[in-house]
């Protein structure tokens, strides 16, 4: 909690050094991580995980189908179709059945802290790429959150 505190007010009490827009977009984000961990914990352990994981993509695609077929397919170039597929089968489709399949190895709630790396990795690729400045005391709390997910890491592990 020291660690987000430092990142959200810049160790300043009286301010936050994040927009409404941005806390709601993370509250919302925390509570989709928990429960995309935690709802298929039943069934999980009843059927395949590639199973699982298909049907929730079938499904989930459903709401938005009307959409896309309703819309005038723009002229794409194979290097974008090719770009599609990629983001689709990798980037969703088996990030996410190896992240469910982690849960047979280490329990959902230390799943769900590993992916604070998630955030991590996007921070230091702004500082990187993007020259995003942060300041000694968001560092600080960075190092907090990280720390603190080794911690649980190391004394939540399934023997």
């Known amino acids: 909690m020291t660690g987000t505190f430092l990142l ?11 927009s409404i827009a941005a ?10 991580q928990a429960s995309y961990t935690l709802i298929p914990a039943k069934l999980l352990s009843a059927f395949d995980d590639k199973l699982i994981v298909g049907w929730g993509m079938l499904l989930g695609s459903l709401p938005l189908s009307g959409f896309v077929l309703s819309a005038s397919a723009p002229k794409v170039s194979m290097i974008t179709i090719v770009s599609i597929f990629f983001i689709i089968v990798f980037g969703t489709m088996l990030a996410y059945l190896l992240y469910l399949m982690s849960t047979k ?10 992916s604070a790396f998630e955030p991590l990795t996007a921070t230091v690729l702004s500082v990187a790429f993007l020259g995003t400045h942060l300041a000694p005391v968001q ?7 990280i720390v603190t997910v080794f911690v649980q890491t190391i004394f939540n592990r399934k023997d």
């Open 139 to 145: 560092l600080l709390g960075g190092l907090f959150i």
């Open 23 to 32: 806390i709601a977009w993370g509250i919302g984000a925390g509570v989709s």
């Open 105 to 114: 190895y280490i329990s959902p709630s230390v799943t769900g802290m590993l």
């Open 8 to 18: 959200v007010t810049n160790g300043h009490i009286d301010s936050l050094a994040l």
